[in-house]
């Protein structure tokens, strides 16, 4: 059952996207799922954690050239692509505040996930998780104040950033290690974790359908407003598709790094920024709306970037020799 399911995984993952929509337009209101989200990506995160190499971290910070891609990718690169089309709607607050949001803070939770079932190297980007949150945390207001002036900063809170960030990597990280020393001397240990890594497509398809189901009728009864962003949102995931290819080769990556990277510069923080924009005045109330669409448009972008990444960074061909 888990080979059949891994095997296809990119089609069931898609089966859950729709569903989640349908049942998100066509159910009674959904919004109250928003509350399953934290928990149902904590659980996946969980199980993420658990099939990675915990004694390898220490190399993985030690590795400068991976760190400093990365970080170049997210806070130099990322940065000028999100004003440059920010600039489509610079005439909406509402619109301009909500892009800029999440365009600018780099996922920390499920492009680990994404980036393993594409051959990136996961626990380099795992290793990579707290320093790109702190960065954010402390970035996020200064590009805002230059983007856009000192309302911007006005309406950041640091409160929401810290929450996820425990929730959501340091919980599922603590869990994971203690599984993982368990299953070294235990059998419910071992079983623990074998049963968790099996559970992993399932965990994404349910992470999935509940974020559709929640925000799929939010985003259609302001869909008028959000036609604009589509584009935005894919254009993004498009260009950070070659510059992440070309900013793996300046630095030299391999291609499990290579690929980690270009899922870095991709996905964003929708997730975790999701409680913040709740929290904004309201002025600022279609900052939510313009979040969940950037994460409906990731998750199927994401799908394709699972096929993409690897063509567009393949393994090198072996070299044969005749005798």
């Known amino acids: 059952m888990v080979a059949w399911l891994e095997h296809r995984q990119i089609a069931l993952y898609l089966a859950a996207i729709a569903a989640g929509a349908v049942v998100g337009l066509l159910a009674p209101p959904t919004h109250h799922l928003e509350g399953a989200i934290t928990p149902v990506l904590g659980v ?13 971290i220490g190399r993985v910070l030690r590795d400068g050239r991976f ?51 594409a051959g990136g190297a996961s626990e380099r980007l795992l290793a990579a ?6 960065a954010q945390i402390l970035l996020l207001p200064v590009y805002l104040l230059v983007f856009i002036g000192p309302d911007g900063v006005a309406a950041v809170e640091v409160g929401p950033f810290a929450e996820a960030f425990v ?3 340091v919980l599922p990280l603590s ?19 074998s049963s968790m890594l099996a559970l992993m497509v399932p965990l994404m398809m349910a992470t ?9 009728g939010v985003v259609v009864a302001q869909g008028p ?3 604009v962003l589509v584009p935005i949102y894919a254009g993004f995931l ?22 980690a990277l270009m899922f870095s510069g991709a996905t964003r923080n929708s997730l975790v920024v999701l409680p913040l924009a709740l929290a904004l005045p309201s002025s600022l109330s279609l900052v939510p709306v313009v979040v969940v669409t950037q994460t409906l448009v990731e998750l199927i972008g994401m799908v394709i970037y699972v096929r993409a990444v690897p063509a567009l960074v393949p393994q090198p061909r072996t070299q044969h020799t005749i005798s």
């Open 225 to 227: 407003h959000l036609l």
């Open 44 to 56: 996946l995160l969980y199980a993420t954690f658990l099939g990675v190499p915990f004694a390898s």
């Open 129 to 134: 998780a707290p320093l790109l949150m702190l």
């Open 175 to 193: 869990a994971a290690a203690v599984t993982q020393a368990l299953a070294k001397r235990h059998r419910v240990g071992r079983g623990v974790q």
């Open 238 to 259: 498009l260009a950070m598709a070659l510059l992440g290819v070309g900013a793996g080769k300046l630095f030299g990556l391999d291609v499990a790094s290579q690929r």
């Open 67 to 117: 760190l400093t891609a990365v970080l170049v990718l997210n806070f130099v690169a990322v940065p000028a692509v999100a004003y440059a089309l920010s600039r489509f709607v610079a005439d909406q607050p509402a619109l301009l505040f909500g892009v800029l949001l999440v365009l600018l803070t780099p996922c920390i939770d499920y492009v680990i996930v994404f980036s393993g079932l």
């Open 167 to 169: 929730l959501l990597i």
């Open 208 to 216: 999935l359908f509940v974020v559709v189901a929640s925000q799929a």
